[in-house]
Structures are given as structure tokens and as C-alpha cells.
């Protein structure tokens, strides 16, 4: 049984930063992608980050501030946070793909993935 479990979440004031975490556990990690979503209040799930072996992709209003990565051995995923803005606060949850070795749909789209954790909150004061 997959598991996901994020951390790393809080309070940060804006132009701050933040590294969120997620361990996997339950099947092979490395062959897996990841990604990392956010929902706001009243906002539909959006996407953020993924990650497929050594391959990114970002969403367009976070590139050049968050930035994926992995660490095969511990099997988890990271999402480091820059230059954070009030509009960044959400949930920030942490998705695995279902089929190893890519992306079976669209990197971008919640529905591509089949697992996901529970979410971390991260709030942004101005």
C-alpha cells in the first residue's frame, strides 16, 4: 500500500522560505514520478512541480522560485520554496504517478496521478 506523507509546512512571512517534504513508502520510489500540488480555499487544485527520474516541470507561477528534487535513497521528494508570496499560501499536497517510468497523462493534471498524501499547510503573512 502506497503512502505518501508530507511535512514541512508553517508560517513564513513573505519573501521567505520554505522546504517542504514528502516521504513515500509502499512500492519502488525511484521508477515513479512525483509531483507536488497546492489548493487554496474556494480554489481548484493546482499544479505545481513534478519530477520523473532526473526531469521537471514547473507550474508557470512558481518557476523560477520552487524549485523539485529527490533523493532516490531516502525515498522522498522535496519541494524547496523561494521568494514565497501571500498568493502561494495553501495545501500543498504530494502526488505519486500510478505507472512507473513516466507519465501516463498529462504531467500537469491531478488525474495523472493515482496516490496522494494528505497535505501540508503553508501560509504566507505579508
Known amino acids: 500500500q502506497v503512502q505518501l506523507v508530507e511535512s514541512g509546512g508553517g508560517l513564513v512571512q513573505a519573501g521567505g522560505s520554505l522546504r517542504l517534504s514528502c516521504a513515500a513508502s509502499g512500492r519502488s520510489f525511484s521508477v515513479y514520478a512525483m509531483g507536488w500540488f497546492r489548493q487554496g480555499p474556494g480554489k481548484e487544485r493546482e499544479f505545481v512541480a513534478t519530477?520523473?527520474?532526473?526531469?521537471?516541470f514547473y507550474g508557470d507561477s512558481v518557476k523560477g522560485r520552487f524549485t523539485v528534487s529527490r533523493d532516490n535513497a531516502k525515498n522522498t521528494v522535496y519541494l524547496h520554496m523561494n521568494s514565497l508570496k501571500p498568493e502561494d499560501a495553501a495545501v500543498y499536497y504530494c502526488?505519486?504517478?500510478?505507472?512507473?517510468?513516466?507519465?501516463?497523462?498529462?504531467?500537469?493534471?491531478?488525474?495523472?496521478?493515482?496516490?496522494w498524501g494528505q497535505g501540508t499547510q503553508v501560509t504566507v503573512s505579508s
Open positions: 502526488a505519486q504517478e500510478g505507472s512507473p517510468y513516466g507519465y501516463s497523462g498529462a504531467h500537469d493534471l491531478p488525474g495523472t496521478y493515482d496516490f
Open positions: 519530477i520523473s527520474d532526473s526531469i521537471t
